[in-house]
């Protein structure tokens, strides 16, 4: 009886051994959140993608080209103009080596360095216009040690894109990547020539993403070391994709400081297939002057948030006008797109084609308002008028009083020349009204939303303000229009 029970115990006892087991292994050994997260490794990303890495150097004729700051380096004086620092050799510097002999008057002498990245196999190259620019010679450099003289395509200053061609086949080209997946957060990897340092490898994350730096770019933020000669250089994914184009830095001191800025890739892509195909990048244009919607601004109009871009004032004869904008419209959207901020208008203006029929959506007074315009080729800026002349004295009435302002009516002649049905003119701007900037030859045209025509008007107008808030008022102060929120007096 006893050995029964034993044999029962035993059996007892593996059976529970057995089960513990089972569920160990069915159960995870931490929890998720508290799993160690490893640092990439980015050898397979170096070896797939560092051949398609090249280096650029450029040559110029030394009769073209002005003595070097103290006999500087090249490459340092690169960095010197590319980042903004102030050359050495100045007051209170420290004194630079001895000046190098003058190069004879027909030879090429170095002028810079730089970055770029093979396209397709039979040879284009995409790299920055900064690192081409002025160029006599482009020489560029495989990681094969192959050199070839490069043909430049074509270039673009506003988003400091090129495209060169070397005549060869059989390249490794990149992969281009899908900006719209990256991540803030997500590691990234650059490959370029820093200080002529080939195939220099340098990683990080990316900081931010559409950080609003340039004219018509959207630039990515990253922490990824960049210094001179890595300018052109890719920008890599954790999939080996080319994602940016790196292009600049900020630093106070001349040195990398952890913020560096990449073109995206999507919008270098359009650039480099115009200039692919007509050797320049034609833009759209409307003809508009425009600033950002302040919250206050936004508030005061009815407009909620601060949103969409203020336009100031309107070319005579450019598409705009002819579409009915008007200064003081605020373009919140271009084609059905929102416009979060006023840059996002030069950019999406710019992106289209000339010549194509789009759709401004503008709030004016209180409500919104389809236009359709007519997209013009980006031109030269014009220059703005002057104000208005000085012809009437000032003149003083209940409202203008309790907003600090003297104001007259506008003669015949200058509601020509600032091609306006009415508004009234500043004499004078006092109180109120001058710690608002307005001035003496501003024209108002609209009060809290209220367009008006006349002085008769204007105190229609301000009689109707609630005297206890601000009151927002839309003026002209040459061909540029603006808001101003005035606190009347008590």
Not at 70 to 85: A, Q, T, Y
Not at 147 to 153: C, G, P, R, S, Y
Not at 342 to 366: A, E, H, Q
Not at 383 to 390: E, L, M, N, R, S
């Amino acid at each position: 009886m006893l050995q029964v029970d034993l044999k029962k115990m035993r059996s007892f006892a593996l059976a529970g051994m057995m089960a513990v087991a089972a569920s160990a292994t069915l159960l995870p050994a931490q929890p998720v959140w508290a799993q160690t997260r490893t640092l990439p490794d980015f050898t397979d990303l170096v070896e797939q993608v560092g051949p398609s890495v090249v280096n650029i150097r450029t040559l110029e004729k030394a009769s073209a080209k002005a003595d070097g700051a103290n006999g500087m380096d090249e490459e340092m004086l690169e960095f010197f103009r590319r980042f903004g620092v102030p050359i050495p050799g100045q007051p209170n510097q420290p004194r630079q080596a001895p000046r190098p002999p003058r190069a004879d008057p027909d030879e090429e002498t170095p002028r810079g360095v730089g970055s770029g990245f093979i396209l397709s196999t039979d040879g284009l190259i995409m790299t920055n216009a900064h690192v081409v620019e002025g160029a006599d010679e482009v020489i560029v450099t495989l990681t094969d040690k192959r050199e070839f003289k490069a043909k430049i395509i074509g270039s673009d200053k506003r988003t400091d894109v090129a495209v060169v061609r070397i005549e060869a086949t059989g390249l490794p080209a990149v992969k281009l990547g899908d900006v719209g997946r990256l991540k803030v957060g997500e590691w990234v990897m650059a490959i370029g020539s820093p200080f002529g340092l080939e195939n220099t490898v340098t990683a990080g994350i990316v900081s931010a993403k559409q950080r609003d730096t340039g004219d018509y770019l959207p630039f990515i933020q990253t922490d990824v070391a960049i210094n001179p000669g890595n300018s052109g250089g890719p920008l890599i994914n954790m999939r080996g994709e080319v994602v940016g184009i790196n292009s600049q830095i900020y630093s106070r001191s001349g040195g990398f400081m952890g913020i560096s800025f990449a073109i995206p890739i999507d919008e270098a892509t359009r650039v480099s297939e115009q200039l692919r195909t007509t050797g320049r990048v034609s833009r759209g244009r409307i003809g508009v002057q425009i600033d950002q919607v302040t919250k206050d601004v936004a508030e005061s109009i009815g407009l909620g948030k601060p949103q969409g871009a203020l336009v100031r004032g309107v070319e005579a004869g450019s598409p705009a006008e002819k579409a009915g904008v008007e200064a003081g419209d605020i373009v919140v959207k271009f084609d059905g797109k929102e416009i979060a901020k006023f840059s996002d208008l030069p950019r999406m203006v710019g992106n289209t084609k000339p010549g194509t029929r789009s759709v401004l959506t503008v709030f004016r007074r209180g409500s919104t308002k389809d236009l359709t315009v007519v997209i013009a080729e980006i031109e030269a800026d014009k220059p703005v008028k002057k104000a208005v002349d000085k012809e009437d004295k000032p003149k003083a009435s209940p409202g203008g009083q309790l907003l600090g302002l003297a104001i007259s009516d506008l003669t015949d002649a200058q509601k020509k020349e600032l091609k306006l049905k009415g508004g009234v003119r500043v004499d004078a701007a006092t109180d109120g009204a001058a710690r608002a900037g307005v001035r003496e030859g501003d024209v108002i045209v609209a009060i809290a939303n209220t367009e008006i025509a006349s002085v008769r008007d204007f105190e229609a107008a301000v009689a109707k303000t609630d005297k206890t808030k601000p009151v927002n008022i839309l003026f002209r102060r040459g061909e540029w229009a603006s808001y101003a929120l005035i606190r009347p007096s008590r």
